[in-house]
């Protein structure tokens, strides 16, 4: 997986429409010769298929001050809206949780993307939820502690906050390289 962020989406868009990855690749990597930099892409090319490209919007996010770090762990919890109320539901009963334990030193950040492309009622999903952790000792204890414990009122309001989603998948991941 790859991901690119960008300040806004007028820049994501315009990327797309040029997709200057070989002046990307010249910043990067100043010292390479052309040949060089033609053998890597190369190389990319046939190590993966870009059969999917998904685009989507930081719609909320916990407030820390998480250094995303080679290493770092991330689980991407795919999901399909079901109702209207999904991101507020998000946002008013799960934000505050994930924000607990993001105090707590439990996990580095938690945050809610809104798919932009593709979209409709084909779409495999609509949103991602995404939690970042450290590395895995932090994730094995996050997961062992099963995230902690929730009084009465937030497990009754988690129970109906689930209805408005339909749970597709959970990904992990690990940041392998950064390039900026």
């Not at 685009?55 to 770092?72: A, E, I």
């Not at 996050?142 to 959970?170: C, H, I, N």
């Amino acid at each position: 997986m790859t991901v690119t962020l960008f300040a806004n989406l007028q820049d994501m868009l315009k990327s797309i429409n040029s997709l200057d990855v070989y002046g990307y690749a010249k910043k990067a990597y100043p010292t390479k010769t052309d040949k060089d930099l033609n053998a890597m892409f190369d190389k990319t090319g046939k190590s993966r298929d870009m059969a999917n490209q998904v685009l989507f919007k930081m719609v909320d996010q916990t407030k820390s001050d998480f250094d995303m770090k080679v290493g770092t762990i991330a689980t991407l919890d795919i999901m399909k809206q079901l109702d209207d109320s999904y991101e507020k539901v998000e946002s008013e009963i799960f934000k505050p949780w994930h924000q607990q334990m993001v105090d707590q030193g439990k996990k580095g950040n938690w945050g809610l993307l809104r798919a932009i492309l593709p979209a409709g009622s084909e779409a495999y999903a609509s949103h991602i939820t995404f939690s970042m952790y450290k590395d895995e000792a932090q994730l094995a204890a996050f997961m062992e502690d099963s995230g902690g414990t929730m009084d009465l009122t937030t497990q009754l309001a988690v129970k109906e906050g689930l209805k408005t989603r339909e749970d597709k998948e959970v990904k992990f991941a690990r940041l392998i390289m950064t390039v900026k």
